[in-house]
T-cell receptor
Framework: DTAVSQTPKYLVTQMGNDKSIKCEQN?????MYWYKQDSKKFLKIMFS???????INETVPNRFSPKSPDKAHLNLHINSLELGDSAVYFC?????????????FGPGTRLTVL | GDSVTQMEGPVTLSEEAFLTINCTYT??????LFWYVQYPGEGLQLLLKATKADDKGSNKGFEATYRKETTSFHLEKGSVQVSDSAVYFC?????????????FGKGTKLSVIP
């Protein structure tokens, strides 16, 4: 029943490790996104894919690499984790990449880097 | 660039009080405007949206009117409930092809006390 799901929900890891967060949507949407929410609740887009192609790539360290194996999945891999990467990461999807398309969000993954 | 400014929180109201959360934006043309709500421990949910000037979005007793002349999209509710306690985000999506990324305000935390 879950429209946009993310795994894991919580992720605690040491500095320097590599980790992945997975996202899946069962809405049949073409477009998917990754957002980062910092400790002050500020949300900022990181990446967007449409039909498995990267269409938004904001100023994000190249330690972050999104991968979209198919339209229903958008995973986020992070290399060499740093303390500043601690945040809540939200996946979202929309029917298409249009301004009027509603984005549906997953429950978030809380990443804590120690 | 595009930006969204929301009133600073937190906002604390008694049950059945009137709610206004101010939101103003800076963008060229006619962006689409959104209010998202984030309940504790959850992802964002679309609350309402408006895609052209003078449109009124409404949902669950909340309303917001797209005012081009004042570049505003203030959120209102006539009588808040404890269950409305959440963080509210105003967002815009610029017009035009390829302009589908959401720009969020910093969020306004609302606490409703019985």
């Amino acid at each position: 029943d879950t429209a946009v799901s993310q795994t894991p929900k919580y992720l605690v890891t040491q500095m320097g490790n590599d980790k992945s967060i997975k996202c899946e949507q069962n809405l049949g949407h073409d477009t998917m996104y990754w957002y980062k929410q910092d400790s002050k609740k500020f949300l900022k887009i990181m990446f967007s894919y449409n039909n498995k192609e990267l269409i938004i790539n904001e100023t994000v360290p190249n330690r972050f690499s999104p991968k979209s194996p198919d339209k229903a999945h958008l995973n986020l891999h992070i290399n060499s984790l740093e303390l500043g990467d601690s945040a809540v990461y939200f996946c979202a999807s929309s029917q298409g990449p249009r301004p009027t398309d509603t984005q549906y969000f997953g429950p978030g993954t809380r990443l804590t880097v120690l | 660039g595009d930006s969204v400014t929301q009133m600073e929180g937190p906002v604390t109201l008694s049950e059945e009080a009137f709610l206004t959360i101010n939101c103003t934006y800076t963008a060229t043309g006619y962006p689409s405007l959104f209010w998202y709500v984030q309940y504790p421990g959850e992802g964002l949910q679309l609350l309402l949206k408006a895609t052209k000037a003078d449109d009124k979005g409404s949902n669950k007793g909340f309303e917001a009117t797209y005012r081009k002349e004042t570049t505003s999209f203030h959120l209102e509710k006539g009588s808040v409930q404890v269950s409305d306690s959440a963080v509210y985000f105003c967002a815009l999506s610029p017009p035009g092809a390829g302009s589908y990324q959401l720009t969020f305000g910093k969020g306004t935390k609302l606490s409703v006390i019985p």
